[in-house]
Structures are given as C-alpha cells and as structure tokens.
C-alpha cells in the first residue's frame, strides 16, 4: 500500500506546490532513508521548481572560441552571417532606419538575452546601481538561478560530487531525472555530461534520442557547438523533436551558419508545421541575419496560431514603429498591455507610439507611468532618454538637454543619449562640448553608423 | 557631342546683316496678304536705349524687307489674328506698345485701344479737386498729403506733379485745371485662342495680360470685353502667357509670373490658381498644344502637368536663352527646341535629346512654323542682328534619340519616398486629432509643464547627491568608469577616472571606497590620485573580497540589495564630493565557494 504523505507529495508536485512536496520528501527520507521514491519525487521536484527554459534563456551571440582554429572568411557574403553586420537589401530601405544593437543587429521587440545589448559594455559603471556581469561562460544565468535556491535552503541531501554515473546509467528511470537534476537544479554541465556519456556508452546505439538530445545540449552549454551538432543530427534522425531542432538551431547559430539554421527550421516546420517554438526560432534568426520583413512574416504567422504571444506582438508592434506607422504599433502594444503585461518598457513604448502618431494628449501619462514603474538605473535611464524626443519634437532643445543628462546620469553608458547631447551641443555651437560628447558616444559605440557619421562629420568641419 | 552639325535641317536663308533684334513674343508669322505666302511681322526691339530712331515694325518675305515703320514705342508683345469669316481672310496685326494696342490691316494702322484705367484712389481726386481752385500757398500742404500715398498707386499726372520743382507747379496745375485722372497699367504680354471653331484662319479673340496683373479677353470683332479676370489671387506680375482653345467652348491660359509661380485660368473663372512655384521665374514657358503639358524653361528644362505635378526635368548645360515648341503631327511627335547662350540649339522630345546643331551666336528668338511656301520653318534671330531661317528636311527622321553621354536625371516622379498605407486607425486618430485639438493641446501643454518640473527636480536630487557617473561642475568636467572582475569572493574592482575637458587639468582628486564591512574587504579605503591629464585615463585597481564565513557562506546580512560598494570621488577643499557613485557587486558563484 502507497503511503499517504507519498501520496500527498506527489500530489502537491502535480499541484506544482514544489516546496511543501519537498518538505515532505525530506521528512519521508528521514524516516527511511532507502526509500527511492521520495527520492526521485524530491529530485524532480527540486528540478522543476529552478526550471529555466534554457532554450528561451540562452544568449543566441556567437562565441569566438579560443580553441577554433579554423580560419573564418573575413568577409562572409552579406546575410549569411551574423558577425557581419546585416545585410540590408536594396528596397528594404525602412530597415536601415532601425536602431542597432552594439553589434549592429537590427534592434528586436523583445527583451532577450543576446538581444539587447544596446548599451554597450556591461563593464560600465552606472550611477545608481549596476548589474556587473562580466563575461563568464554563457550558463552563468542558470548555474546562479539553480545554485541560489539550494544554497538559500541550506540543503546538501544529495551529495553529487560523489555521484557515480555508471550506476545510475543502468537505471533509465532515475537517469533522466537525474540528468534533469544535475543540469538545471546543480547547473552541473560537467557531471551531467558524464552521465550522458555513461547511459550512452552502455546503450552504445540503443541509448535513444533523448540521451543524444542531451548530450548535444551539454556540450552546447560547455560552449562545443560543432561536437554538439553531429549528435544533434543523430538524434534528429530518430526522432524529430522540437527540442532537438531547437538546439540545433541555436548550435549552428553558435558556429554562425544562421542559413543553416533556418535549414533545419524548415525541416522541422515540414515535420511539426505550425509549430510555434519553431517558428519563433525562425523568427528570430531571420531577424538575426537583417530579414526583417521574412521575420515579421513569420512573427504574424505566430499570432494566427497563438494570439497571446508576447514576443510576436512585440515585435510585430517595432516593426510597425519603424515603418513609420506608430499607430499600427500602438495597437499591438495596446494588446499586450491589455493581457495584463505591466512593465515600464511597454509603457515607454506607447508613449512613443502616441507622440509619433500624434496622440498628444496621452503622450505624458504613459511616460510618466513608465517612470514610476521604472526600477533600475537602465530603465529610469531609457525613459528619460526617451522622454527627450518630447523635447526634441517641440522644439524645447533645453528640455531635451535637461533629461539627456538625467538619462546620463543614471546611465555613464547611454551612448545614443551622448551622442543626442553632442548634437544639442552643437546647435548651441558649443564645439567643444559636442566634440566631447561625440567622442565619449564613440568609444562606448564604436560601431554605431550614426555615431560614427556623426565624429566623422565634426572632424571633418571644425 | 562632337556632332554639331545637324542633317535634319536645311540652311534656306542666312543674313548676317539684317540688323534685327527681337525677341519671341514679337515675332509673328502670317498668312499676309492672304496668298498662302506666309511672312514674318517682328517689332524691332532696340538694344541701345535711348536709340535715336524710333522702333519699327517690320514685315519680312524670306529675308527681304517689304514694309518697315515706325512704332510709337517698344512693343511688348506682336500677335497676328482673325477677326471675321468673310473671305478673302486677311489677318489684323495686333502691337502692344505701353497700355495701348495698335492694330494693323493690310500692315495700316486702323484703331488703337487702349486699356481701362484702374482705380484712381478717392484721396487723390480730392486733392486735385483741391489743386485746382487753391491758391498757391496751400499747394505745398496739399501736395504733401499726395506724397503720403503709394507712388506706384497714383495717376501719372500726379506722378508728374511731384517730381516737378516747386516753380513749375503752379504752371502745370493750371494746364491742368480740368485733370483727367487716369492710371493705365501696361500690357506685358498677348496672345490668341480662337473665337468658335479651332482652325486655321478662324476668328480669334486676344488675349491682354496688364502688368496690373488683370487678364482681359477681347473681341476683335467690336473691340470689346468679354471677359476679366485676375492672375491669381496674390500680388504677381505676369511676365509670359501661353492659351488653347476656343472661347466658346473650352480654354486654358497659363500664365508665368516674375515671382515664379505658374498660374491657370479655365473658361469663366474671375481668377487664376496657382499651380506651380518654380524657384526662379520662367525664361520661356508654353502650354504644349498636342499633350496639353506645360514646359517651362528656367535653370533647367521642366514639363509639368495641367494639375502642377512635375513630370519630368532636365538640367541645361548652359544658360537657356529661349525655346519654341515644334510640333510635327506627320512624325507624330511634338518636341521642344532650346536655344543656349553658347549658340546651340537642341531639340528634346519628352527628355530626350534627338537633335542639335550650332549656331554663330545667341540665338535670342525663335519661330517654329510655316514660312513662305513652307510648312515647317524655323526661324532663328541671333543677339547680333542675324536672321536665320531652316528648313526642316521633309525626309528627316526622329525617331531615335541621339546618343550623348549626358546623364539622365532621375525623374522625380520615380524617387518614392516611403509613405507608409493609411490605415483606418490613422484615419480614426487624425479625426479625434481634429475634433479635440483644443482639449488635446492644453492636456499636452499642461503636462509639459509637469514633466518639466519633474525634469527639473531630478536634476536637483542628481545634483545635490552627486549621484551621476559624470561631474557636473564645469572646473572639473569627470567621468567614472568601473568594471569588476572575477568569480568571487575575490573581486577585482577597476575604476578608471577620465578628464573628459578639452584643456583644463584637475588636481588634487581622491577615491574614497566606501563598504560595508562586515559584508566586504577592500585593500586600500582611499587613494590620493595624480593630476588628471585631458585624453588620458586614470585606472585604479582594488582588490574587494567578501567577508565569507568559517562554513563558506555569504555573510548571513547579506542581500542582492546591499551587495553595494560606494566609490567616492572628492577633491581637495571641496565639501562635497564630485561624484558619489554605487556599484552593485556581482553575487559570488557559490560553487566556487564550496570548492575553495
């Protein structure tokens, strides 16, 4: 007979009640400590609590890896890489108009890691307060969200470093969630891989997609894409699972073939069609290499599928700020605040979409909204950068210069805001100070067209 | 362009000494003496003013002089037209000499009309009602209430009367003790359009252009007004006309102004609309009777619609001197030909360039039309006085353009700007823009304020804390940069300070790292700085561990909130610091700790 309390965890953990479900695994492996499943429930449970959807969670950047020593050509054909940067089609003339990332990507709708790395360096200090996160290998963000949690309860139930994989390998069971465990919960790539490595040395062919799936998502983590990729392909050829395609994809990001990638979302999309994880991937790396319309497309595509989708509508809604139609963007943006989405940025965002759509009377609530809600330093920063196109468009350049400095302040590495300031500077003809400016702008953002044109221009004149 | 010699045309006559200087407007050509011997009639325009001998009027057959006469004055404008149906039809010439029209039968001058005058102003009558019965002492008084008044607006008599000497006044008063006041404008420009039917040799009506900017549409028949209208509806002075059409059914007038602005008047408008606003006035403008499209000659050859949008454009090597519309209907085309100041004259069909030849000089007037016998004649009159005349080869072909290497501007109606769709939410936005303008204009100003005051009181609170990355104060222009590295518990905070002035040095700077204690170690707590160069940075490195404890733990206070470490910037004798700057420390990857 199941013991009720087992019984009550393992419906607490269906509940997805996990801290309570683990509160009762530990009291039911206190009173018997051979008991495997309390265990495994707890294990799971664990897991699931700290789970990160790390395909979501993943910078897509690609990695200059010490140890490739394959030379790149250093002048990839436009649009079938993402070092260059993107290729802008002839006809295509609205993308240009797009503000870019730092590494001149076009800039997306949605706050993903990899994406926004507009502000430049995040080696910057700012002025209130800074997230200093310096350039660690790409699973920092789940190894901390994983570690903190265990290390907050104090609970070392299982001792991993110990763990024989061998062991565990002939138990298929215990050996998924346990692998599920080490990788998400401990953020132990190393030992995880070791466990791949173990069920598939004992299964030799037999091991299954799954293990060949993981495998690839460990050794794409410990930053080995292109190893990754032959057992990503393998385990395609058993079994097209988006999750296999996903870190395919993401794989061939890694080693910059972006075209290869959308290949194998093809594939998959023939395989699962309407599948929105994929086409979302598709989107995103369309967007990656510079196709915006192809990309908005897709993302449209998303929404006849999912109408709740977040980052579709977001990036439909940039789409349309930069196509000039800000009142089509207000009404996806409209849409996503209307499904509860309460943050600083959108309301940021709308006030942009009233000021260039000629909603006026709206404009200063929205902005004043974002402002309140407004936590870090960044976000006060981007507000009140954004604020000063208000004063740009009417004219009230001290204004505009007032909140620049604002921007500034929160933010020493607002480049775009110190470029902005270079330009008042010098319609005050204050030359030096624009020359000031514009040189700070450009060692923030070497690579910024608009900065760059800009230096060049002050140069050149004066 | 080596090609400058044409074979399209044949050279009939050439007379380098025919001493005529005219221009377009005054030439005309017709059907004389109704033998269907066409010829020139041109009003001489002379060069040197004051030229002793009066202008003339002159009737060319080929290159021969046949009638030559004296004209009161410079004409303005020569039209050649018809004013009844009674055979046999013999045209009347029509001269433009100041505000009057001479006209012409069998080359004798039979009437003369002269234009309405405008409004006399009610001041000015009452003044020389005034004038007339004073005595001689009030004339001053009287005569500087006339000054008060616009000079251009007065009548010529008082034009007179105020730029005689006070001797002569009374004298010219008393000449003048009946006054007729009248103001006459001059006429600028002429030309026909038909009266009925649109033929050859039909009756026409005349068109008068004032430089008072009036249009007035006459009657030959009876010499009256049919109609009067204005240019447009600003002040213009109209400088060249060109007109279609008949007066009963339909016309079209298109008129240039000096100011550049091409304006159009329809059958029974009392006012012209302006259509077109070039940057610089006209050169040449004409109302294309084939395609009904308006070229324009100024800095560059233009066609426009009759709706004013730019249909095409090309930029002129040269100054463009004048130009004459060609139409072949037995070719099917119709083209444009363009006299340069360097003596060469092109012919365009739409934009492209199909023929041209040199010339010894100038060309300064042009005709394009039958001549003698002929059908298709172009005449040529140089700024020396020569009389050209071609003949248009009957074999001629111009059907391929000519190969030149000019580059072909873009046409303007190609260069799409990207205009996004009207959605139905623009439109719906755009009308709640205009309905609530007032309500949405004080909302916006009112929050304006608002969030100016906000602005403001950030500033302030930045300003007094010294919270900023960035030193206000102008006698020590700063900025901070910091950047931590390592996994932890050991860190490596690097600060580098930077003069971002262009000139100045600062002195005398410090670095204050301001921690917790209990939560971090730092090395050293302060650091006296050298003096700060413009251009060259300053890179401070502390070693910051944290303060772990015997089981490997964070301390026990400590949170992702306060994991804060202040660097202060101060500056000797000053109170406050230059900036007051916080950096959040990185959360120790606990691994670590566990191994270490």
């Known amino acids: 007979m199941m013991d009720p309390s087992y019984y009550k965890a393992l419906s607490l953990f269906r509940l997805r009640k996990y801290e309570k479900c683990i509160e009762i695994c530990n009291q039911l492996m206190n009173q018997s400590p051979q008991l495997q499943g309390p265990w495994e429930l707890k294990m799971r449970a664990m897991t699931q609590r700290v789970y990160v959807d790390d395909i979501e969670a993943e910078d897509d950047g690609v990695v200059d890896d010490p140890l490739d020593t394959e030379i790149l050509a250093t002048a ?387 | 362009m080596e090609e400058k010699k044409s ?128 005595r001689q002492v009030n004339y001053e008084k009287l005569i500087n209430d006339l000054k008060t008044m616009n000079f251009s607006q007065m009548s010529s008599l008082s034009q007179k009367l105020i730029s005689l000497s006070e001797s002569e006044r009374e004298e010219f008063i008393r000449e003048n003790s009946e006054p007729k006041l009248t103001r006459l404008s001059t006429i600028v420009c002429m030309t026909t359009i038909y009266k009925n039917i649109e033929e050859e040799k039909e009756p026409n009506c005349l068109i008068i252009v004032t430089e008072a900017s009036d249009i007035f549409i006459m009657d030959i028949q009876n010499f009256g007004i049919l109609h009067t209208a204005r240019v447009c509806s600003f002040k213009a002075t109209p400088d060249l006309i060109s007109a279609s059409g008949s007066y009963q059914n339909d016309y079209k007038i298109i008129i240039s102004t000096r100011e550049g602005s091409i304006c159009i008047l329809r059958k029974n408008w009392l006012e012209g609309r302006e259509i077109v606003k070039l940057e610089r006035a006209a050169t040449s403008m004409s109302l294309l009777q084939i395609d009904q499209t308006i070229v324009v000659l100024s800095k560059s050859l233009m066609c426009y619609s009759k709706k004013g949008k730019m249909l095409w454009s090309l930029n002129m090597n040269d100054t463009v001197m004048c130009m004459c519309p060609v139409p072949l209907p037995h070719l099917g085309v119709s083209m444009i030909c363009v006299a340069l100041k360097n003596g060469l004259v092109q012919l365009y069909s739409q934009k492209n360039l199909i023929d041209q030849f040199q010339v010894g000089d100038t060309v300064l007037a042009m005709y394009f039309g039958k001549l003698g016998l002929e059908e298709q004649v172009l005449v040529l009159v ?60 004080n909302i916006f100003q009112s929050e304006l304020w608002r969030m100016r005051l906000e602005a403001a009181k950030v500033t302030v609170d930045i300003l007094r804390t010294g919270d900023s990355t960035f030193s206000g104060d102008l006698q020590t222009p700063i900025k901070l940069l910091a950047q931590c590295d390592g996994l932890g518990p050991d860190f490596l905070l690097t600060l580098t300070l930077e003069n971002i002035s262009a000139t100045k040095i600062v002195t005398n700077l410090s670095i204050i790292i301001h921690a917790n204690p209990n939560h971090y170690k730092v090395d050293k707590q302060s650091v006296d700085l050298t003096p700060l160069v413009p251009g060259i940075p300053l890179i401070t490195d502390f070693n910051v561990s944290i303060q772990i404890t015997s089981e490997n733990l964070l301390p026990p206070d400590m949170t992702l909130e306060n994991s804060i470490i202040r660097v202060l910037i101060v500056k000797e004798k000053f109170a406050k610091p230059l900036i007051a700057s916080t950096v959040v420390m990185p959360q120790p990857e606990l691994q670590m700790l566990g191994t270490i």
């Open chain 1, 76 to 462: 990839p054909k436009p649009g079938t890489s993402l070092r260059t940067a993107t290729a802008v089609k002839t006809g295509q003339k609205t993308a240009a108009t797009r503000p870019r990332t730092s590494t001149g990507r076009p800039l997306t709708g949605l706050a993903r890691p990899g994406t926004m790395q507009q502000r430049a360096g995040t080696s910057l200090l700012t002025g209130n307060r800074t997230a200093l996160a310096t350039g660690r290998i790409n699973t920092a963000r789940n190894i901390r969200l994983g570690s903190a949690s265990i290390f907050n309860l104090g609970d070392n139930t299982f001792n991993m470093s110990r763990l024989n994989p061998s062991i565990f390998a002939t138990k298929p069971a215990v050996a998924k969630i346990l692998f599920q465990y080490l990788y998400y919960c401990e953020g132990d790539i190393k030992k995880s891989l070791d466990l791949c490595n173990a069920v598939m040395e004992l299964n030799k062919t037999e091991a299954g997609w799954y293990w060949y799936t993981q495998k690839g998502r460990c050794l794409i983590a410990v930053g080995n894409a292109r190893s990754a990729e032959y057992f990503l392909q393998y385990s395609m050829k058993l079994l097209t699972h988006p999750d296999t395609i996903l870190l395919l994809t993401r794989a061939y990001c890694r080693i910059d073939q972006p075209l290869a990638a959308l290949e194998v979302c093809n594939f998959g999309l023939q395989k699962q069609p309407d599948d929105v994880a994929l086409l979302k991937q598709q989107a995103r790396i369309l967007e990656l290499i510079g196709n915006l319309p192809a990309s908005v497309n897709v993302y449209k595509q998303i929404i006849k599928l999912d109408a709740m989708n977040t980052e579709a509508l977001s990036c439909i809604a940039v789409n349309y700020f930069y196509i000039y139609q800000p009142e089509m963007a207000l009404v996806y943006y409209r849409r996503i605040l209307s499904m509860g989405m309460n943050t600083c940025e959108l309301y940021c965002n709308i006030g942009l979409c009233c000021l260039y759509g000629g909603q006026l009377d709206l404009v200063f609530s929205c902005f004043q909204r974002a402002l309140r809600l407004a936590i870090s330093a960044e976000q006060k920063a981007d507000v009140w950068y954004n604020i000063s196109f208000i004063g740009l468009h009417i004219g009230d350049l001290d204004f505009a210069r007032r909140c620049l400095r604002i921007c500034i302040s929160l933010d020493g590495g607002h480049a775009s805001a110190l470029n902005n300031l270079g330009i008042i500077a010098l319609k005050k003809e204050n030359l030096t100070k624009a020359k000031m400016y514009f040189a700070l702008a450009k060692k923030l953002l070497p690579e910024n067209d608009e900065i760059k044109h800009n230096s060049r221009l002050i140069d050149a004149k004066y």
């Open chain 2, 382 to 441: 140089t700024i020396n006085g020569n009389l050209l005349i071609k003949i248009l080869k009957r074999t001629a072909d111009f059907s391929n353009p000519m190969v030149t290497d000019k580059k072909v501007e873009d046409e303007p109606s190609d260069m799409k700007i990207a205009i996004p769709k009207k959605s139905k939410i623009f439109v719906e936005q755009t009308v709640r823009e205009k309905e609530n303008a007032i309500a949405i204009h």
């Open chain 2, 7 to 134: 074979t399209h045309w044949l050279d009939a006559l050439s007379d380098g000494s025919a001493g005529l200087t005219t221009i377009s407007s005054c030439m005309s050509v017709c059907d004389l003496q109704c033998n269907n011997y066409y010829k020139l009639v041109t009003a001489e325009i002379p060069l040197k003013i004051p030229e002793k001998r009066p202008p003339r009027l002159r009737v060319y057959k080929g290159n021969q002089v046949i009638n030559d006469q004296a004209l009161p004055g410079i004409a303005s404008s020569v039209q050649s037209l018809y004013i009844d149906e009674n055979e046999p039809k013999m045209p009347i010439i029509a001269v433009s000499v100041g505000p009057s029209i001479f006209f012409y039968r069998n080359m004798k001058a039979y009437f003369k009309y002269t234009i309405p005058s405008l409004m006399i102003e009610p001041l000015e009558q009452e003044i020389w009602r005034k004038l007339v019965v004073e």
